[in-house]
């Protein structure tokens, strides 16, 4: 059964398959570079303007406007902006109120699945509030840049691989991780076309070739 199959809405003509959303967590700018094809419109025609899910991505972290921004200049939009109440004073707190804005978000309409990315204290919290409500949860991995972000992107690729373990019981979300890594990867090289001028055109007899210059 696929995503799909889950959210049935009555129409005007009969039954009408809704398109459930897919919650990209967005939290730094490195966040934002990577995963701004996921964000990107998705022009009529294309193989996945009829995906399995719609991504929509959070702009959060501890400067989510700051992300905001990133994705906007990378022309990719984020649906979501989850904004923390005030400053906070330290990070105990700082992830504490993150926890509480994702987890809300997550189960006031809890998605088709969530995507997190390395070991921010947003990932974490996000693929927590997920697996709590259970909904599934892809990671993607990244070079971590401290100590502190390798420890929790550990701790995240052992939350995930719960989810389909025996205990979790949830099925691999194929679809997801399918749809996420075609959008994610990166366009065909470009071919040169005959009128390309780095193109050299050989003659086409087989007489002297002493007027070629390099």
């Known amino acids: 059964m696929t995503f799909r199959d889950h959210t049935i809405e009555e129409g005007a003509g009969g039954p009408v398959a809704a398109v459930p959303d897919l919650l990209v967590v967005v939290a730094t700018a490195d966040d934002a570079a990577a995963l701004a094809p996921?964000?990107?419109?998705?022009?009529?025609?294309?193989?996945?303007a009829d995906g399995p899910v719609h991504p929509v991505l959070v702009a959060t972290g501890p400067e989510p406007l700051d992300v905001d921004a990133a994705l906007d200049d990378l022309d990719a939009p984020a649906g979501r902006l989850l904004l923390l109440d005030s400053p906070c004073e330290t990070w105990a707190e700082e992830a504490a109120r993150m926890v509480v804005r994702l987890?809300?978000?997550?189960?006031?309409?809890?998605?088709?699945?969530?995507v997190v990315r390395g070991g921010t204290e947003a990932a974490l919290a996000a693929a927590r509030s997920a697996l709590r409500l259970c909904v599934p949860v892809l990671h993607l991995s990244v070079e971590p840049d401290s100590a502190e972000h390798a420890a929790t992107q550990a701790a995240l690729a052992e939350l995930v691989a719960w989810q389909t373990s025996p205990a979790g019981g949830m099925p691999y979300p194929t679809e997801i991780d399918l749809l996420v890594h075609r959008l994610l990867e990166p366009p065909p090289p470009h071919r040169h076309r005959a009128a390309d001028p780095t193109v050299v055109r050989m003659p086409s007899g087989r007489g002297s070739r002493s007027s070629m210059t390099a």
Not at 38 to 48: A, E, F, K, N, S
Not at 103 to 114: K, R, S
């Open 103 to 114: 987890d809300a978000l997550l189960a006031e309409e809890p998605p088709a699945g969530v």
């Open 38 to 48: 996921l964000g990107r419109p998705v022009r009529p025609g294309q193989d996945d």
